[in-house]
């Protein structure tokens, strides 16, 4: 029998008969259910009751599932696998937000979705994790599935960041920021600063500066095999290291180290999904503008 772990945004309300249906669907299963205490906890003010089968759980607290389920957008998503972490848990997404870019099932096909899933009927893709160390703070999930963002603080100056690829000097990005994103984030953040699409089978990372002061420095893929050290400095004490969107406040002249992660994330895909299809459904590829 399929063990499922379900992690979701609150303010599910546009959703509540859909959410109802998939509970209803994981019982007659007779699934094993664990659901994040926040979900969990909101359920009732949909006038949703969570089944016997369901159970709280917390971050921290130990739990075992087969597959993971999303409920939201993409931000959601992001938050779902570090959640999940290292257990390897494959996750699926459902999408009650707007993009859903990756979490790409449409609520209206939960039904759909839960017979493929007791099928075997989808694939699992592996897609590669960012592990962040620094001697100069301590961050509480050193690791980001998209992007990793370093920020200027909010003083209109901007920032140096000496950086190293494998121990030889790259370059300093005198800049608002920097960003490095693996495949998975590069049609994210990395996008909108004008950052290479990669696609999810490459090996690959992109720094990308977010406007840099020098026309010269241009965005650059490298492996993600490489070693990256960033030596940050500027007009301010603090700047900003965000991890897939959450924010750290880092202390002027500390230094970060980014590695390819030991563990990556599984992603559910549909049979028919493929990366040329989502380029042209989610990003419009190919549509006119006229």
Known sequence: MIRFAIYGKRHQERHAESLRLLLSQLEALGSEVVMHRKLYEYL???????????????????????????IGGDGTFLRTAHWVADRQTPIIGINTGSLGYLAQTRVEDIGELIFKLREGRYKIESRSVIEV??????????????????????????????????????????SDGLIVATPTGSTAYNLSVGGPILAPSTRSWAISPIAPHSLTLRPLVVSDSSVLRIATSGRTPRYRLALDGKSTAMPDGSVIELRKAAWGVRIIQPEDTDFPSTLRHKLLWGVDAR
């Open 44 to 70: 009732p003010q949909l006038g949703i009751e969570a089944g016997e089968r369901v159970r709280s759980v917390d971050d921290g607290d130990a739990w075992d599932a087969d597959i993971a389920i999303s």
């Open 133 to 174: 160390k620094s001697d100069d703070a301590e961050l509480q999930s050193p690791f980001a599935l998209n992007e990793v963002a370093i920020l200027k603080a909010e003083s209109a100056s901007m920032i140096r960041l000496q950086t190293e690829i494998d121990g030889q000097a790259l370059t300093t990005y005198l």
